[in-house]
């Protein structure tokens, strides 16, 4: 006959499941929200970009045209998401997609 030492025993094993689901499940939200603010991004670069060779009547737009801390800039830097750099992004008026290079994702583009 089996007999149970303790009533917490069968709700252990269940918390730690439950633990294991909700730390995969932010793992992979967390993934999920590093994505979508890598394309809210380069959103906002391809945009100034856009605003940038508008304004000024050119046909390229590198990243380095359009950021800036100042009041006349089209794009303010912000934190990086995964160790990525923008500083090699030029976009025309033909571009289809940027690309940049992470150290968790490897390469992400978005398609504009």
């Known amino acids: 006959m089996i007999t149970r030492k303790s009533v917490f025993t ?5 918390a730690l499941l439950l633990l294991v689901v909700f730390v995969v499940g932010i793992s992979r939200n967390r993934r999920l929200m590093k994505m979508h603010m890598f394309g809210a ?3 906002f670069i391809s945009t100034a970009a856009e605003r940038y060779m508008r304004d ?3 046909t390229q737009a590198a990243y380095a045209d359009i950021v800036g801390t100042d009041r006349n800039a089209y794009y303010y830097p912000m934190s990086l998401v995964d160790g990525e750099d923008y500083s090699q992004i030029v976009i025309t008026k033909t571009t289809t997609q940027i690309s940049v290079s992470c150290t968790g994702f490897g390469i992400v583009t978005y398609n504009l």
Do not use: A, E, P
């Open 56 to 58: 000024k009547g050119v």
């Open 10 to 14: 069968g709700l252990t094993i269940f």
């Open 41 to 43: 991004r380069f959103w």
